[in-house]
């Protein structure tokens, strides 16, 4: 159940492309071929007085802290300063149906014949086609051509459900934290897996948010990355929380996240030791952050993405409060988020997906 085929690029007036950076785009120009005809969001990080330059012939609109205090107000403090965690200011300021974020440090990649790699269009192909959360497939995903539904796999789950994300994978530098970093400090990541699988119910991951896409009328409002960077107590984590409470989200509301396939070629290590500083509290805090998402169970009368990430917020304070005051605000900045994607989606205030259930 492929994507059709089209020489109009896949979803041309329905996506964004935000990119959060502190430095000229030079690296949009390997990737003009695929992201040419798709509107940018640029989400400015650091001095907003510093001149970011973009290469001509992009259709892009840029966003510094001073926009993002002018258009949020207030309730911009819900918003990162000084970390990537800034880039989900484009997905609330976005009015398409989808994103697909990636860092500045992220390279076309090739796949094991030489051929460019076209991640967006892969990650179109993946949210595009239903996720199977309910019943694994061991051929992985059973939508991709060339593959289907192994034999004992249920004919009444082979509909499948919508996909929300869809998590794509890196060669070169692979995504480790801090003490990988440092006890691997040559490791490369060669290996290009021809795979996508939808992550099963019940099942966390580690989003990584260099290379990801998603449905933002399915799951948008949830896609919130956190409290991060300047005057907070953590950082490298605002990609993981936000993937810790959509896979929640997602596993109550019946929609599905994919992982696997697009890869991109990740170009830079950044400095282990600088990292240790911003995630040792975050390795610390995880072994009761785990515990707590796996724990989570949302009310049914959480039937939209905004009541359930309202009641996660609850619940975080709740319990999380008690491990570390931060949490306390992350709690209010989760709901600061909402009702600023509120205000500038309105008509998108009752985003959510229909109840599916594993039968």
Known sequence: MAAPKSSTPLLKDELDIVIPTIRNLDFLEMWRPFFQPYHLIIVQDGDPSKTIKVPDGFD??????????????????????????????GY?????KYIFTIDDDCFVAKDPTGKEINALEQHIKN???????????????????????????PFSLREGVPTAVSHGLWLNIPDYDAPTQLVKPLER????VDA??????????????????????????????????????????DDMWAGWCIKVIC?????GVK?????????????????????????????????????VALPK???????????????????????????????????TWIEAWDELNPSGAAAGAPKVSAK
């Open 251 to 255: 596993d109550h509301l019946g929609l």
């Open 259 to 295: 992982t696997g396939l697009p890869y991109i070629w990740h170009s830079k290590a950044s400095n282990p030791f600088v990292n240790l500083k911003k995630e040792y509290k975050g390795i610390y805090w995880q072994e009761e952050l785990i515990p707590f998402f796996q724990s």
């Open 301 to 335: 009368d959480c039937t939209t993405v905004q009541k359930c990430y309202m009641e996660l917020s609850k619940q975080v304070k709740a319990k999380l409060g008690k491990v570390d005051d931060y949490f306390n605000k992350l709690a209010d900045a989760m709901v």
């Open 127 to 153: 949210l595009l086609s239903p996720s199977t959360p309910f019943f694994f497939n061991t051929l992985y995903d059973p939508y991709r051509d060339g593959t289907d539904f192994v034999r004992g796999y």
């Open 189 to 192: 990541n060669t290996r290009f």
């Open 196 to 237: 996508v699988m939808t992550i099963p119910k019940g099942t966390l991951f580690p989003m990584c948010g260099m290379n990801l896409a998603f449905n933002r009328e399915l799951i948008g409002p949830a896609m919130y990355f956190g409290l991060m960077g300047d005057g907070q107590p953590i950082g490298r984590y």
């Open 60 to 89: 892009y609109e840029l966003y510094n802290r001073n926009d993002i205090n002018k258009i949020l107000g207030p309730k911009a403090n819900c918003i990162s300063f000084k970390d990537s965690a800034c880039r989900c200011f």
């Open 92 to 96: 609330m300021v976005s009015k398409k």
